[in-house]
T-cell receptor, first 114, second 115 residues
Framework: GESVGLHLPTLSVQEGDNSIINCAYS??????FIWYKQESGKGPQFIID?????DKRQGQRVTVLLNKTVKHLSLQIAATQPGDSAVYFC?????????????FGTGTRLQVTL | NAGVTQTPKFRVLKTGQSMTLLCAQD?????MYWYRQDPGMGLRLIHY???????AKGEVPDGYNVSRLKKQNFLLGLESAAPSQTSVYFC??????????????FGPGTRLTVL
């Protein structure tokens, strides 16, 4: 899994299998979480988000689960494809009163094998 | 609709040189951000802006300055580049109002090397 400050972990999955990428966040006051995908040489791209008053949200082939009790977030990718190979970041949003700021994790590299 | 664009894409500087990175967005977003990304570390916020004419410091602001003279542009300046500023720089923008969704749209990045 992934946590802020750790070395970049790598998850290797076979094409067609499901992938689960984990993230531990730090601030219990975070009200919003986002998963980003970053392909090599490109900027991060939004995948899915979830508010803190939810515990699950589904998108196309992706599901995000939020467990506020243990401050844990996961991204599930169904039927992983070669195009899913990238680094995945979670980010937590904290409202400071005048602005919202995102704090990013270090990322998890997903490698899809054929 | 180009989204967020950054210029230049690559740059090599010598220690002590100055340069400006330009970010432009065509989504009419209020908020803009500059991040740096280093190996093994998450994106770190350098400076951000909550509107035209306003800027604020992020997590790692030292050695950088910013300006937001126009709503669509956010400039990042390095007055005297240092090797520690070798990094990939990303600009982002969002329409956010505090308390609502804060999806940030990122540019393609600028790879800067300081020798």
């Amino acid at each position: 899994g992934e946590s802020v400050g750790l070395h970049l972990p790598t998850l290797s999955v076979q094409e067609g299998d499901n992938s689960i990428i984990n993230c531990a966040y730090s601030n219990s006051a975070s009200d919003y979480f986002i998963w980003y995908k970053q392909e090599s040489g490109k900027g991060p791209q939004f995948i899915i988000d979830i508010r803190s008053n939810m515990d699950k949200r589904q998108g196309q082939r992706v599901t995000v689960l939020l467990n506020k009790t243990v401050k844990h977030l996961s991204l599930q990718i169904a039927a992983t494809q070669p195009g899913d190979s990238a680094v995945y970041f979670c980010a937590e949003n904290i409202n400071t009163g005048t602005a919202s700021k995102l704090t990013f994790g270090t990322g998890t590299r997903l490698q899809v094998t054929l | 609709n180009a989204g967020v664009t950054q210029t230049p894409k690559f740059r090599v500087l010598k220690t002590g040189q100055s340069m400006t990175l330009l970010c432009a967005q065509d989504m009419n977003h209020e908020y803009m951000y500059w991040y740096r990304q280093d190996p093994g570390m998450g994106l770190r916020l350098i400076h951000y802006s909550v509107g035209e004419g306003t800027t604020a410091k992020g997590e790692v602001p030292d050695g950088y300055n910013v300006s937001r003279l126009k709503k669509q542009n956010f400039l990042l300046g390095l007055e005297s580049a240092a090797p520690s500023q070798t990094s990939v720089y990303f600009c982002a923008s969002s329409r956010n109002l505090a308390g609502l969704h804060n999806e940030q749209f990122f540019g393609p990045g600028t790879r800067l090397t300081v020798l």
